[in-house]
């Protein structure tokens, strides 16, 4: 995988914190981007429909342009302050631990010898368990605040005022461990993402 190259004379610190920033400023902007849509998966996901009744969102745009309408057109980017926080964290960590990690799995390579595929996606896999091990506090805030606003449409004060708000009222409601909600199933996800993402890039490179 290309990153950005070292320079002559710059530390392994130095080098990793970089490509780190790198990493986390270029899937901030990603999330920034994108997350109307993914507060239109959220809605859609976690929406309840009576028997009998027809749902409330259909489709991507349709929930997207009803929440517009109802909510307010910032709504479609609530959570952001909790996505940034994590793709700080997941991103910058999954993208700057991969080559190391890489090197790792691979201990020390003859010249003109580059690592197979299969150690590459044992790398995505590596690092994509931690970075999300991690980061799994921020992603639990961001789906609980982009969902939050089905209870005002239904007569409910907001639950929580800001991502700060959010990741105390689940420490005071469960202790420190419930930020870690549903880690399995985010381990299993995105160590899957990671390496396909992470192991096919740097293969066809």
Known sequence: ?????????????????KNVACGSAAACWAEFLTIPADTAKVRLQIQHTPAGQEPK??????????????????????????GLQRQVIFAGLRIGMYVPVRDMVTGPLPDGVNPTLLQKIAAGIITGGIAITIANPTDLVKVKMQGQGVAVLEGKPLQYTSSIDCYRKIIADGGVAKLWTGLGPNIARNCVVNAAELASYDQYK
Do not use: D, P
């Open 57 to 82: 969102y259909k489709g991507m745009i349709g929930t997207a342009k009803k929440i517009a309408a109802e909510e307010g057109f910032t709504k479609l980017w609530g959570g952001i302050g909790a």
């Open 1 to 17: 995988m290309q990153t950005r190259k070292r320079r002559e004379g710059e530390s392994s610190v130095a080098y990793f914190m």
